[in-house]
């Protein structure tokens, strides 16, 4: 079974620019949760979707948005970019948004702004 | 609020050496606790994770966790390690009743296993 896939894998932006970070499930995950994980750091949340409604959202400006489709795939925008906005950008999936559903991550989508 | 703190920021051992990696959390709530890999330009894979019974967790690659409730720990060992063990290893944490998508990390130890 394919994994959690994400594209693009590398991007490179100017600052001020917009950018769009797709996410697809693994077949039959329901949930979808974004990282940015800064160098050197680790991974912060972002936000998380189930069901196609907002379920979490971390400490994180009105510049970052996301949604997710009725396919469970999902898109994290960013508007405005900033340079601090460097960083890998994780999506996880899981069957739900529960307790014991354990996250399932892709490789990422390496974003440098300059 | 919940809080992860990696003791260690790079831990250099050589192989079939035993290995600990340390983890201390701080949680007003009760927690589930994790404990991912991250191998070089790739996400995060899960090595184990404590939910509740036994204190001693076993994940993959024969790696175990122990959690110790009054010390706040939860620290990642492996008996014997291999040059393919060297990755980066984060502790994460996320409160019992939330949601397990929004994990909080500690910055991560990047294990160096040497011939």
């Known amino acids: 079974d394919a994994g959690v896939t994400q594209s693009p894998t590398h991007l490179i932006k100017t600052r001020g620019q917009h950018v769009t970070l797709r996410c697809s499930p693994i077949?039959?995950?329901?949930?979808v949760s974004w990282y940015q994980q800064v160098l050197g750091q680790g991974p912060q949340f972002i936000f998380q979707?189930?069901?196609?409604?907002?379920?979490g959202r971390g400490n994180f400006p009105d510049r970052f948005s996301a949604r997710q489709f009725p396919n469970y795939s999902s898109e994290l925008n960013v508007n405005a970019l900033l340079l601090g906005d460097s960083a890998l950008y994780l999506c996880?999936?899981?069957?739900?948004?529960?307790?014991?559903?354990?996250?399932?991550f892709g490789n990422g989508t390496r974003l440098t702004v300059t | 609020a919940q809080s992860v703190t990696q003791l260690d920021s790079q831990v250099p051992v050589f192989e079939e050496a035993p290995v600990e990696l340390r983890c201390n959390y701080s949680?007003?709530?009760?927690?589930?606790l994790f404990w991912y890999v991250q191998y070089p330009n790739q996400g995060l894979q899960l090595l184990l994770k404590?939910?509740?019974?036994?204190?001693l967790v076993k994940g993959i690659n024969g790696f175990e966790a122990e959690f110790n409730k009054s010390q706040t720990s939860f620290h990642l060992r492996k008996p014997s390690v291999h040059i393919s063990d060297t990755a980066e290893y984060f502790c994460?944490?996320?409160?019992?009743?939330?949601?397990?998508?929004?994990?909080?990390f500690g910055k991560g130890t990047k294990l160096s296993v040497k011939p």
């Open positions: 979707y189930y069901e196609k409604e907002e379920r």
């Open positions: 994460a944490v996320n409160p019992i009743r939330g949601s397990q998508g929004n994990l909080i």
């Open positions: 949680s007003s709530v009760s927690v589930y």
């Open positions: 404590y939910l509740s019974g036994s204190t």
């Open positions: 996880a999936s899981s069957l739900g948004a529960g307790d014991n559903s354990p996250l399932h």
């Open positions: 077949s039959g995950h329901k949930s």
